[in-house]
């Protein structure tokens, strides 16, 4: 079984990113967001744990790479909590720092920062997902990652570290964060480049846990997602023309701010600005590593 696979998320027809391959460090998260999609996919998702033999596996794979984007990573977050401790992430990018590859980090882990130093030296970007700028909120939907001000802080950090950065406002739940005006205006102010939105895509056990957080909110929107809204790829969205006004509504306030941006999984691309993903970022090479 090989560590690095072609990014195919889903085999869906909603995806629009460009080509690149994957691979994830950890097997399971510990962020434990309430929205989390690969908790359905994943079994005891919550056991967040270092792959087996991943470094061994990486240094064989890596070395036939030859310039291919590395998105690092799709089903689990590249900087779980023990990552700070465990630093499998941190050696699995000194490999890759050696290879012929581009590198594209998804976290929503300010402990990114810690590794300006490899990411700045090499064609890479990074994308931190900050699904709103309200700490109080972030608790309940985000409640084992870093609090969305350390994430705007580590965006900050890394764009005087001349590391371009994308930030994914994903997902958005109408009524609890479908108005990120002060966010995104933020985020402008701090030399962010790109914004990436994706609505909020019910699964039966992450609704569950939305409601348990937010009974009130996912009461009201039972209607718009189980009786209005489309059923695509096993999950439940929103009506398409809703879908369409928030995330046009989001666009225009990127737009307005002078940041591209792109959406995920929404069938709405006519939308994007820029590649959706925010890859279009990466710088074409930069210098080996010694």
């Not at 240094?59 to 465990?86: F, H, V, W």
């Not at 609505?199 to 009974?215: Q, V």
């Not at 096993?234 to 737009?255: N, Q, W």
Request: glycine share 4%; net charge positive; proline share 7%.
């Amino acid at each position: 079984m090989l560590l690095i696979s072609s990014f195919d998320p889903w085999r869906s027809g909603l995806c629009t990113c460009p080509s690149k391959l994957t691979f994830n460090p950890y097997t399971g998260c510990d962020h434990q967001c309430t929205y989390c999609y690969a908790s359905s996919y994943i079994p005891n998702f919550k056991d967040c744990h270092p792959k087996k033999d991943a470094l061994t596996m990486l240094k064989r794979e890596a070395a036939k790479l030859n310039g291919e984007t590395i998105s690092i990573s799709n089903s689990s977050d590249p900087y779980p909590r023990i990552e700070a401790t465990e630093g499998l992430t941190r050696r699995c990018l000194e490999i890759l720092a050696e290879s012929n590859c581009r590198i594209q980090i998804i976290t929503k882990s300010n402990l990114v920062t810690r590794d300006d130093d490899l990411l700045s030296r090499i064609p890479a970007t990074v994308a931190l997902t900050i699904t709103t700028e309200d700490d109080n909120l972030a608790r309940i939907l985000e409640p084992n990652a870093p609090s969305p001000s350390q994430r705007i802080r580590a965006a900050q950090d890394l764009t005087k570290a001349d590391i371009p950065v994308s930030v994914r406002i994903d997902p958005i739940i109408p009524t609890v964060n479908d108005q990120p005006q002060k966010l995104i205006a933020t985020l402008a102010s701090i030399g962010v480049k790109h914004v990436t939105c994706s609505t909020y895509k019910a699964k039966a056990d992450n609704w569950m846990r939305l409601s348990k957080a937010l009974p009130k909110v996912m009461e009201q929107l039972k209607p718009l997602y189980f009786q209005e809204g489309e059923r695509i790829g096993g999950s439940a969205l929103l009506p398409r023309d809703y879908r369409f006004k928030i995330l046009k509504g989001v666009r225009d306030v990127a737009v307005a701010h002078g940041l591209q941006f792109g959406v995920c999984r929404e069938g709405l691309a006519q939308l994007n600005t820029a590649a959706c993903d925010g890859s279009w970022l990466m710088p074409k090479a930069k210098g080996r590593l010694c």
